[in-house]
């Protein structure tokens, strides 16, 4: 009776494991191919729509090196509004601990070193949160897969994502990855008091070298507040040959072509 | 040569065509300071206005040669001294992945901490046009800095300023007029005695070495050879009988010193220090030697997210500031010597939205003395190009000698300013 019941247990975490692989290993391919592009220079344009469909822009200049381990590099210039022009963040992921990040400010010709832990924060006033721009590097989650899903026509698989890190503002995340395409599409982000926060939506995919997808817009739209975040990539760029030397506290403060 | 503008009309960035690129930046600003409390000195007024304005335009090359032109003007109706036409930055930059250069007129700051900065020594400072938050101003200097490659983030850079540039300081009428209310005193900022043969033409240099360890760590190490930046208000000792007068002196020195920004967690640990020692022997009033000293400042940073509402954030600032002569009289000194025993706590309450309001509240107290400043500040922007702010500086308690002449000149000030 004991060996059977030991023999039943087995079976059952054996089959809760293959669930567990099976959904990082499907949402490991739609993360490979949003990698391996070497270095990026891209034109970011942020609209910011209020409840009442009012909307400012915020333009900036995107760097980023891709690295080993996910320890990638990434310098973000603002471009407009005139008053933080040529105001930059600088940032040196880290996928097992926070951030390293540094903040230009024009204004005083001061680089200021700041903390990385409110990663719930808004970034730029935005919907996106700072977690959701810093990389989703794959060992910060785990990874279950819930089944199919029929997203606009397109099947998809059903994953669900949970952070293993400490200070995130979402207790799971929702994701629909295209099973033709290996693609994320959509996102759907609960917060810590388990109600339904945002959706992200992935759309007008490019390929690119090497077999790179990357999409041209994200929307994210706050369900409780109403406010939306748009945000479209414009001239972009891979190999564009930086190094390290462009991601440093020095190359903050000069403007970025 | 093919002109486009890149981007909407709001964009300041203009392809010349040939991989030029012309950056710009600029605003107005229109101010208004009211003090409500009566003169030291009859001269003085009881309310400023001012307009100004800057253009900064960047032209980037595909040489790697960038050059940078950055204005500003300021005008004050009632005091003719107080107007600016001014270049902060005229410099060519040559930049390569290990190697830069710079020439020209340029601003520079080691700063790292929020309140009182022993690491910038550098750029002389406009104490005249705003004696609470003055401007600095561009020095004549060339900067070599040399730059790690590959992983590692050092820099090691080398300054030549081939003259001084003296101080402005508040004059006569002047509601931060130092000797406001004094009678039979007379100070001319412009007369200035200079230690050293070659007066403002004496070459001052600077070393900086500066390294981002372990991503957790910025650090960087100083050392700085030249005049210091504020003189010394010296009684002149052929002054008439029954006027004292006072005249500015520049004193070389030799600094050393260090910075470090550090972050752990929510905290901000910061700090400076720099060791000054006199090129020359430097008496006190009562003749003796006047020793080097070491000053420092140190403090940290703490935030609070989404403390009252979500995305909205406070921070909290503490740093003390001091000396190693902290506790002596200015008889002993070299001249009266500012923030020898200082702490200062300022709370910023930011809304974080796409108005960018935000509201500062600090203090600044001399805990030997008994001093206290308190500041305050609350911003917003209107549209995306414009921005309102309200302030207010009060000398709540004034227990010195020295802060006597500025007693009455708490100030409420009302700014807007228009960018493009």
Not at chain 1, 18 to 25: A, I, K, L, M
Not at chain 2, 16 to 42: I, M, N
Not at chain 2, 213 to 238: I, M, Q, V, W
Request: aromatic residues 12%.
């Amino acid at each position: 009776m004991l060996k059977l019941l030991s023999i039943a247990g087995l079976l059952i975490s054996l089959s809760s494991a293959e669930e567990n692989t099976d959904g990082r290993s499907i949402y490991e391919r739609a993360y490979r191919h949003g990698r391996g592009f070497g270095d990026e220079r891209v034109t970011a344009y942020t609209y910011l729509i209020n409840a009442g469909g009012d909307t400012v822009l915020r333009k900036t200049r995107n760097l980023t090196l891709e690295r080993p381990d996910g320890k990638d590099y990434n310098l973000i210039q603002f471009l407009e509004p005139a008053d933080v022009r040529n105001t930059s963040l600088l940032t040196h992921q880290d996928p097992k601990e926070n951030d390293a990040q540094w903040l230009f400010l024009p204004e005083l010709r001061r680089v200021k070193k700041i903390s990385s832990q409110n990663k719930s924060g808004a970034f730029m006033g935005s919907e996106f949160a700072y977690e959701d721009i810093s990389g989703n590097n794959l060992d910060k989650f785990s990874y279950t897969r819930l089944g199919e899903a029929d997203l606009a026509g397109e099947k998809c698989d059903l994953i669900e994502k949970k952070p293993l890190y400490e200070n995130s503002g979402y207790t799971k995340i929702k994701t629909w990855i295209s099973r033709s395409r290996s693609l994320v599409l959509r996102q759907e982000f609960t917060d810590r008091k388990n109600t339904l926060l945002k959706v992200q939506v992935f759309e007008s995919y490019r390929e690119f070298p090497n077999g790179v997808w990357l999409p041209q817009k994200i929307t994210m739209a706050n369900l409780q507040t109403g406010k939306k975040s748009i945000l479209e990539f414009k001239e972009r760029q891979l190999k564009v040959g930086l190094k390290p030397t462009d991601f440093t506290t020095e190359s903050m403060e000069r403007p970025l072509q | 040569m093919a002109l486009a503008w890149a981007g909407p009309a709001a964009s300041q960035s203009l392809e010349l065509g040939r991989g030029l690129q012309l950056q710009s930046r600029g605003g107005v600003f229109a101010e208004g300071w009211f003090f409500p409390g009566d003169p030291l000195d009859p001269r003085q007024p009881d309310f400023i206005a001012s307009l100004g304005g800057t253009q900064d335009a960047i032209l980037t090359t595909p040489y790697h040669l960038d050059m940078r032109a950055n204005g500003r003007i300021h005008f004050d109706p009632q005091e003719r001294r107080r107007n600016r036409l001014a270049m902060d930055d005229l410099y060519l930059d040559y930049h390569r992945e290990a190697f830069e250069a710079r020439a020209g007129y340029q601003i520079v700051s080691w700063k790292v901490v929020e309140s009182v900065s022993r690491a910038d020594i550098l750029n002389q400072d406009d104490w005249e046009l705003d004696f609470m938050d003055p401007q600095k101003l561009g020095e004549l200097s060339a900067r070599v800095r040399l730059k790690s490659t590959g992983e590692s983030n050092q820099m090691l850079e080398f300054y030549y300023l081939p003259s001084f540039r003296r101080a402005m300081l508040p004059r006569t009428g002047n509601r931060y007029d130092f000797f406001a209310g004094a009678q039979g005193v007379e100070f001319d900022p412009d007369a200035a005695q200079y230690d050293s043969r070659w007066r403002a033409w004496r070459p001052q240099g600077a070393i900086r070495y500066a390294a981002n360890l372990f991503e957790k760590l910025d650090l960087s190490l100083f050392y700085f050879n030249g005049y210091r930046r504020f003189p010394t208000l010296a009684a002149e000792p052929s002054s008439p009988p029954g006027r004292i007068v006072f005249r500015t002196r520049y004193t070389p020195v030799n600094v050393a010193g260090a910075t470090f920004q550090s972050v752990l967690g929510n905290w901000l640990w910061k700090g400076e220090a720099a060791y000054s020692s006199f090129e020359n022997e430097v008496l006190s009033p009562l003749g003796t030697r006047v020793a080097p000293y070491l000053a420092y400042t140190l403090g940290f940073e703490y935030t609070f997210y989404s403390l009252l509402a979500a995305d909205q954030d406070l921070g909290a600032i503490l740093e003390l500031t001091g000396d190693t002569d902290a506790g002596k009289g200015t008889a002993r000194l070299e001249g009266y010597r500012p923030f020898r025993s200082d702490a200062f706590m300022a709370l910023r309450y930011a809304f974080n939205g796409t108005a960018n309001q935000s509201l500062i509240v600090g203090t600044l107290v001399d805990y030997l003395q008994g001093d206290l400043l308190v500041q305050g500040e609350f911003s917003r922007k209107v549209t995306d190009n414009l921005a309102l702010k309200l302030q207010f500086a009060s000398f709540a308690l004034v227990k010195s000698d020295e802060m006597q002449p500025f007693r009455r000149s708490s100030r409420l000030a009302a700014k807007a300013a228009y960018n493009w």
